[in-house]
């Protein structure tokens, strides 16, 4: 009776440290270089892919006399060494996989070239918005089927 009551402690602790491990390995997450973008900018240790004709390219560049120009603390790292140009989507498609590269772009766009095409790695995506920008609908007053809108 002894050694029976001896064994069970054990075995509840042999359980508990099992559970443990187990929920270790359910829970295990690739750890990533960076945290955000201002990482990036604040490491330069990768390359930033972005497509040069989307709004969110605005955010890293300035108008000087009708050019866009890379922010000082951009170049180098806006579309870096690494990167092709990914307004053509197969481009994107090959260097998704590269180390040292790090894409900025919309999730619908990114689900488009994971589906059509063969991507060789796994992809994580950061859990963060940057640049949200309101769409506006622009139609003529004598729209029909709108109500009148007013003017600022």
Do not use: H
């Not at 180098?76 to 998704?96: H, K, M, T, Y």
């Not at 590269?98 to 095409?117: C, D, P, S």
């Amino acid at each position: 009776m002894i050694i029976f009551f001896s064994l069970i402690p054990g075995y509840v602790l042999l359980s508990a440290i099992n559970a443990v491990l187990v929920a270790k390995l359910a829970i295990f997450t690739i750890e990533l270089p960076f945290k955000s973008i201002e990482d990036v900018q604040i490491q330069r240790r990768l390359s930033l892919c972005l497509r040069s004709n989307s709004f969110v390219y605005n955010n890293f560049t300035n108008l000087i006399n009708g050019d866009k120009v890379t922010m000082p603390k951009w170049k180098g790292i806006l579309n870096g060494p690494g990167c092709l140009d990914i307004n053509n989507q197969s481009n994107l498609a090959q260097i998704i996989c590269k180390k040292g590269v790090v894409i900025l772009e919309n999730r619908v766009v990114m689900a488009t070239v994971i589906q059509n095409f063969q991507i060789k790695c796994d992809i994580s995506f950061l859990n963060q918005r940057y640049f949200s920008k309101g769409n506006s609908y622009l139609v003529y007053r004598g729209f029909k089927g709108i109500e009148p809108i007013e003017t600022v």
